[in-house]
């Protein structure tokens, strides 16, 4: 198995978007009580056009696992003959000179098919997310996580995150 970069290929994307993401995203619909999606509108071309915007920040990577072939360069395309099996999304917090207190890399999404869930790999996927905390000189690794996202939690905790603060959200309608 080897965890590649997501380039900022359309094909790339959107077979990343229907094989990960979408399933990820549906998971999380059924565990976590406030999180819905949208039903009047094409998620994968809606999601596609967003993604590809955001390879563009030069502060946003994502990786996806992969298992089977992919070409000499170890480049993600299309038509790999491989599965999609995994993936983890960063994002680096640059802190204004006016904190004390040092960049962090953002762990935005991270997720691992059923089937491969227990070998380790999402591990892997955090190691990698480490990695690149280290080659941009970011002294912390962050994430947030539903609080209905009980098997999150525990996984995170066993890696050694801990809470650092609360958010607390309010309809701004009630």
Known sequence: MDILRLPADEAAVRRYIEDL?????RELEAIVDHFALVDDVDLVTEELEWRLDRHEAKSY???VAVEGSHDEN???TADIDSDFVGFITTDIDESSSVFDRPDRLVVCDIYV?????????ANDLIERAKARAREQECANLTLDVDVDNERAIAFYEKLGFEPLRQTLTTSVDG
């Open 21 to 25: 993401w979408l399933p990820y995203n």
């Open 61 to 63: 990577r994502a990786w």
């Open 74 to 76: 170890n480049h993600i």
């Open 113 to 121: 098919r059923k089937p491969y869930r227990g070998t380790g790999l």
